[in-house]
């Protein structure tokens, strides 16, 4: 298996714009996790999926951030628009049958602001 | 507010040391708890779950236990190797996910 596939593996970009992450999860996972990491606030959850519908999304950190997930075997995290607060590491994760299975991670898209 | 700590903050060994890494956390209603690695520029690599039924895992040199009534888990490493640098998080697993400040681990020849 591929594992988790996340795309841009970097993205810079001026304040403003709009930012567009993407993710593919492992086949046969039906939940899909967006993640934020930041020196000072460590591993954050922002929100999840089951079966493609969102579960929680209370970490969101306020409208401009928004996730989708069309089809078992894509999500996508769009912030619009940016600040350069939002720099940080996003990371996507699945794993099946939530949070009693292992959860599996991409590799992360680093996003710097500028 | 539910908290993980995880101690030491880093810790720098020789190989072939027999490691201890902790896990604290202040809710023991939890699902289960789960061990990640994670390498410089990459994502995370699970490496033990224990379910809230389970007092232990073990996976190769690695072992993790938790005792929901102190609000502990430990993941111990035997004949520790210098692949085996990197940082260790612990998960904690609620109503929600709830990631550690990490153990940024250096293991030298």
């Known amino acids: 298996d591929a594992g988790v596939i996340q795309s841009p593996r970097h993205e810079v970009t001026e304040m403003g714009q709009e930012v567009t992450l993407r993710c593919k999860p492992i086949s046969g996972h039906d939940y899909l996790f967006w993640y934020r990491q930041t020196m000072m606030r460590g591993l954050e959850l922002l929100i999840y999926f089951n079966n493609n519908v969102p579960i929680d999304d209370s970490g969101m950190p306020e409208d401009r951030f928004s996730a989708k997930m069309p089809n078992a075997s894509f999500s996508t995290l769009k912030i619009q628009p940016s600040e350069p607060r939002d720099s940080a590491v996003y990371f996507c994760?699945?794993?099946?049958?939530?949070?009693?299975?292992?959860?599996?991670f991409g590799d992360g898209t680093r996003l710097s602001i500028l | 507010k539910q908290e993980v700590t995880q101690i030491p903050a880093a810790l720098s060994v020789p190989e072939g040391e027999n490691l201890v890494l902790n896990c604290s956390f202040t809710?023991?209603?939890?699902?289960?708890l789960q061990w990640f690695r994670q390498d410089p520029g990459k994502g995370l690599t699970s490496l033990l779950l224990?379910?809230?039924?389970?007092r232990e895992q073990t996976s190769g040199r690695l072992n993790a236990s938790l005792d929901k009534s102190s609000g502990r888990s430990t993941l111990y490493i035997a004949a520790s190797q210098p692949g085996d640098s990197a940082t260790y998080l612990c998960r904690y697993n609620t109503d929600k996910l709830i990631f550690g400040t990490g153990t940024r681990l250096q293991v030298f020849p």
């Open positions: 994760a699945s794993s099946g049958q939530g949070g009693n299975q292992p959860q599996h």
């Open positions: 809710d023991s209603a939890i699902y289960n």
């Open positions: 224990i379910q809230s039924s389970q």
